[in-house]
T-cell receptor, first 112, second 113 residues
Framework: SQQGEEDPQALSIQEGENATMNCSYK?????LQWYRQNSGRGLVHLIL?????REKHSGRLRVTLDTSKKSSSLLITASRAADTASYFC????????????FGQGTILTVHP | SQTIHQWPATLVQPVGSPLSLECTVE??????LYWYRQAAGRGLQLLFY??????ISSEVPQNLSASRPQDRQFILSSKKLLLSDSGFYLC????????????FGEGSWLTVV
């Protein structure tokens, strides 16, 4: 079964608006990561939040983690057209070989 | 710095033909290597991972196989492709120094016709 599930599946906003994407997961985690994928390209790591952290910032990105609810959110502030991409959450369960389990992703479209 | 190369970038193959996708990592040693598949631009499914030369683990039963002939080389193969093998294949790597972050190649688009 899928570990991470993003919500919404698709999000369409105007430049300058904030974009919020949510992720829910099912099992205990060591950390949760967010990745970005431009159409037809590989994934790029955005940010990692550890299970003992509640919030983390990186530039215009803000990630929260609620382990009691098994959920995380990614907020992109002051969005730009260049932020248009798919965003995935991925959970790391602490296996020795480093297996990341990905959600289905949120497709974000930012209109200029 | 570390880089990952994956090729070919696109491939159109007839049903029943063989497949070979290659991936190499530069600038690091003894990485964990991964093959993921992504269907229809959605979530990624882990196919294979390798923690060392000749050590391959499969996550799901399928028509594909993987090999790691050298420390920084990972190959995805098939003897006979199926239509359902079409998709976007991504190679990735991780080391202890990178922590829990996995770094991806640019992917290979495979269309089986």
């Amino acid at each position: 079964s899928q570990q991470g599930e993003e919500d919404p599946q698709a999000l369409s906003i105007q430049e300058g608006e904030n974009a919020t994407m949510n992720c829910s997961y099912k099992t205990s985690i060591n950390n949760l990561q967010w990745y970005r994928q431009n159409s037809g390209r590989g994934l790029v790591h955005l940010i990692l939040i550890r299970s003992n952290e509640r919030e983390k910032h990186s530039g215009r990105l803000r990630v929260t983690l609620d382990t009691s609810k098994k959920s995380s959110s990614l907020l992109i502030t002051a969005s730009r057209a260049a932020d248009t991409a798919s965003y995935f959450c991925a959970t790391f369960g602490g296996t020795s070989y480093g297996k990341l389990t990905f959600g289905q992703g949120t497709i974000l479209t930012v209109h200029p | 710095s570390q880089t990952i190369h994956q090729w070919p970038a696109t491939l159109v193959q007839p049903v029943g033909s063989p497949l070979s996708l290659e991936c190499t990592v530069e600038g690091t040693s003894n990485p964990n290597l991964y093959w993921y598949r992504q269907a229809a631009g959605r979530g990624l499914q882990l196919l294979f991972y390798s923690v060392g030369i000749g050590q391959i683990s499969s996550e799901v039963p399928q028509n594909l196989s993987a090999s790691r002939p050298q420390d920084r080389q990972f190959i995805l193969s098939s003897k006979k492709l199926l239509l359902s093998d079409s998709g976007f294949y991504l190679c990735a790597w991780r080391t202890r120094l990178s922590g829990n972050t996995i770094y991806f190649g640019e992917g290979s688009w495979l269309t089986v016709v």
